[in-house]
């Protein structure tokens, strides 16, 4: 099965990438150009990029892009409440694979707040998320779940964070996976970037992809609620 096999909504546009390497590459070369364009037109840009381990190539792709990274700011979708120091630290992610050299410059709006828990750490993170600029480029990833940023299938705050009328930036979340706490940006955030990239990898997540598409439930595969335009999608086998 390949990618255009899949029936996709009106305007969502594929990318199908020969390996990993060449949709790090195409991906990475795609939000730079939005990101200078935004620097054009308002003289800063935003992106707010997803962790995990897959990015990886992507991110180093990215921070050798020739941008001017001091107008740039740079948040996650979502993030484990773990201290940065931590292993499973997306902000530590993006310090090792992407701020650094001249993308050190970027301004960095990081989600891990101190807390008596994880309540109270996501209602910090929903404060210092006022100051976030209008997202200009998103790039999410999936689960083999249906989920994306630490919107999770199950999660109690789920219906909150896909509601689109909700009124917060950032909820605490429950994965089933270690480690289990996590902080998300909601959909109505989200879903207010100019554009979004979502990057899929593999015929397992292809296969998920195709099964999202095949339904409307949000709450059963919350990555449904991205699947319109406008969407870019990124695949390579």
């Not at 499973?88 to 707040?113: C, E, M, T, V, W």
């Amino acid at each position: 099965m390949a990618i255009s096999e899949l029936q996709l909504p009106a305007a969502v546009k594929a990318h199908s990438l020969a390996d990993g390497q060449a949709l790090a590459a195409t991906l990475a070369h795609d939000v730079a150009e939005r990101l200078r364009a935004a620097i054009a037109a308002k003289g800063q840009a935003c992106v707010v990029l997803s962790g995990g381990r897959s990015p990886v190539p992507f991110l180093e792709k990215l921070a050798a892009e020739a941008l001017d990274w001091s107008k740039v700011t740079v948040s996650l979708a979502d993030e484990r409440w773990v201290p940065v120091e931590h292993a499973d630290s997306n902000a530590g992610l993006l310090a090792r694979h992407l701020l650094k050299g001249p993308a050190a410059k970027a301004r960095f709006i990081g989600l891990y707040q101190q807390a008596e828990n994880l309540e109270a750490a996501a209602a910090h993170a929903d404060q210092v998320l006022a100051d976030l600029p209008a997202i200009d480029v998103l790039v999410l990833g999936m689960g083999d779940d249906g989920h994306t940023a630490s919107l999770f299938p199950g999660s109690p705050n789920l219906g909150e964070g896909l509601d689109l009328a909700g009124k917060r930036r950032c909820l605490p979340m429950l994965a089933p996976s270690v480690p289990h706490q996590r902080l998300t940006l909601t959909r109505p955030l989200l879903a207010g970037a100019a554009f979004i990239a979502l990057a899929v990898q593999g015929p397992g997540k292809l296969a998920s992809l195709r099964a999202a598409l095949a339904g409307n439930d949000l709450s059963e595969m919350p990555i449904r609620a991205f699947l319109h335009a406008p969407l870019d999608i990124y695949w390579c086998p």
